[in-house]
């Protein structure tokens, strides 16, 4: 089944249930999806890496606002915004997590034979390719500055 037929099917589960934040996140899914099918290329539909990368987009977007809200001492938005990001998260796969991360980008700065932190750039190109929804990309260039740092 599609994300998009998921979704469809969620959002009616959400709709018979009433539950609104859910409902808002859902929607906001839904649009986006639609929004790319109809730009160009998309008349197929979405493939599972273009659909993963609406999904990571969404997320992004959702957490920077939230930290923008906070920042600004709006918590009542910041808490929707909370809320549609846990609803998205359902829908990406397994994040994996900082040690995990750590171990393969010490891996990736073996093999590259990168030493400073100005070969930053031999090690992230292969990783972010390696690690392309399963890592957030702040994290993995944070642990590769630590590792070449030390």
């Given amino acids: 089944m599609s994300l998009k ?3 469809n099917s969620d959002i009616k589960a959400a709709m018979l249930a009433k539950e609104k934040e859910k409902l808002s996140a ?5 649009s986006a999806i639609l929004l790319a099918e109809t730009d160009k290329g ?10 993963l990368e609406l999904l990571q987009k969404l997320m992004k977007q959702r957490v920077d606002s939230s930290e923008m809200y906070k920042s600004q001492g709006r918590e009542d ?14 829908y990406l796969p397994e994040q994996m997590s900082e040690d995990e991360v750590r171990a393969e ?13 100005a ?20 994290m993995i260039s944070r642990l590769v500055k630590e590792e070449l740092n030390k």
């Fill in 5 to 7: 037929d998921t979704i």
């Fill in 26 to 30: 859902l929607r906001a899914i839904k």
């Fill in 42 to 51: 998309g008349a197929d539909g979405l493939s599972e890496e273009k659909e």
């Fill in 77 to 90: 938005l910041a808490v929707e915004e909370d809320q549609q990001a846990e609803v998205i998260k359902a």
């Fill in 105 to 117: 980008v010490v891996a990736a700065i073996q093999s590259s034979g990168a030493s400073s932190p």
């Fill in 119 to 138: 070969d930053m750039g031999k090690v992230m190109g292969p990783l972010m390719g390696k690690l392309k929804g399963k890592a957030d990309g702040k």
